[in-house]
């Protein structure tokens, strides 16, 4: 028999949270947020005898930060899909409206447009860190409220989508698979600092060009969802079960 198809929704949930980790403010600043978090120094990140021996800081705070913005977005999926289902009345004049916004995001994004309310800076500054692992999550819930205008665009476009659909667990997958895209490389990065900027130095003669793609990106998930395709290729894969052939 053939299980449930692949949600295509989920995958770019997922990909979106991706682009938001690269995007031009929020990738600079990763090593600064997990010296934060950790309360450890640059060298003791990066220095191979010293992040052995406090590893288990660096596991532990970073998980509670990535649990703290974790908890905002899915909170923020499970609202926008509460929302949505009160207005089920004009559901297909909320995805429209919302498929032509993420186009304007998208636009935006590029650098094709100025969008005057998403070049705001609403950033929540917390002058020193509150003391020990509850600290790391409420810098964790800090960063989720309030980080716009780079992860507001790509984080508005997976909130509109989930607005959209037929259930509250479904704002909640979609969010979770959007913190996953952010939270997975983040870990990735506290654990490997050193590496990541060296990467990182070679990455930035890019910033410009992930923008694009990310405005890319966007302007084709807008139209999907404003097609309705987005749905239909869903539940096109579902009905088939492609690639997921599990046995009788």
Known sequence: MFAQGPDVSLFIAFAAGLL??????????????????TGLTLEELTSETERARVRGVIIVNSLLFIAGFSSVFIAF?????????????????IRKLG?????????????????KFL?????????????????SVLVGVAFAAGWTPCVGPILGTILVYA??????LTGVKLLASYSLGIGLPL????????SFLN???KLRGYMYGISVASGIFLVLVGVLIYTNSLTLL???????????????
């Open 199 to 201: 990467y990182f130095k």
């Open 163 to 168: 607005s959209t659909t037929d259930s509250m």
């Open 234 to 248: 869903t539940s096109t894969l579902e009905q088939h079960g492609i690639g997921w052939y599990i046995g009788q």
């Open 187 to 194: 870990f990735i990065t506290a654990l490997a600092v050193d």
């Open 20 to 37: 938001s980790f690269v995007s031009p403010c929020v990738l600079p600043l990763v090593p600064s947020y997990i010296t934060y978090i």
């Open 99 to 115: 498929g032509a916004l993420i186009v304007l995001f998208g636009l935006y994004v590029m650098g094709v447009l100025k969008i």
């Open 119 to 135: 070049m705001n800076e609403m950033r929540v500054h917390l002058k020193s860190r509150p003391a020990g692992y509850v600290g």
């Open 77 to 93: 999926g499970a609202s926008a899909s509460l929302v949505g289902q009160l207005l089920t009345t004009y559901q297909d004049f």
